[in-house]
């Protein structure tokens, strides 16, 4: 039995929701939360799905609407497949009380009243590859809500050997690690989190320095080497020896490229990230950096930590 350091506790999922869309991308968004309740202590879990509003499949088809809505109406039959459908691709957890419901309206405004109205402390939703209506639907998801979010492309796989956490040193990033650790301690055989920081090589023109660009960069890292393990020693203190840590000198535009070109060379299972880092918009909900490795990202699940 591994040793639980107590300073930050064993995650633990009060009350999940998870969106479906009663499709073929449901198939790894149920094995994936599978795979997570079977580590992770579960209380209740509520799953929904949200059909287009009616009346405007009506004013645009006619007449022709009407059996469409009766082949989409919300009923008790429809949400009993649906409960079948996951409890055979599920497995059974103790103490874990499940929901289903179907309902009808415009699907991110659903889908963040329900959030909203069962306290949901995790939402976990699917996005298919490729440029796509559900993946914007997942990133608008990941921007306006305010319990931490789960988004798990079509092309992941389930289990968690690996975590990627980006951190530029903002307090976001100290939530996203803190959840990492604490998802970690919950796992059965604990994963290797790998601390990530993309920073930037200054323009050397305007500085005067009587050093050559080999010896600037080697005296860049080594600072950025000290103000890791000052931030991971300050912000998590007593895990430093048990996570990885990984700097990367931004040598092109893109530190989300950055961050998903290392997360898939390493075999990424998982990416953590903030919501926002240091945005120069403070209004923003979600970072740029964060929506950019959203928009990007097609088999790492990644969890944004609110």
Known sequence: MKEANSNIAPYRIQQGMVALELGATDNKILEFFDYLTGQVPTGCVYFLHVLPEFDVLSGILGREGEQVISNYEINDEVVARMEREIRSRMNHRDGMHVQFDVKEGNPLEQLLEDAKDVRADLIVIGQKSGVNKHGILAKNLARKAKANTLI???????GIRRMIVPIDFSKNSVKALRTAISLNESLEEPAEIVVLNIYEMPNLSVYKIQRTREQFEKMLQRDHEEAMDAFLNTQVPGYRDTL????????????????????????????????????????????SVTEKVLAMNEHIPTLVVK
């Open 152 to 158: 798990i492309p079509d092309k992941a796989t389930a």
């Open 244 to 287: 990885t840590t990984q700097l990367v000198m931004q040598k092109t535009p893109g530190i989300a490229q950055y961050i998903m070109d290392y997360a898939t060379e390493e075999g990424g299972d998982l990416i953590v990230m903030g919501a926002k880092g240091h945005s120069k918009v403070e209004l923003l909900l979600l970072g």
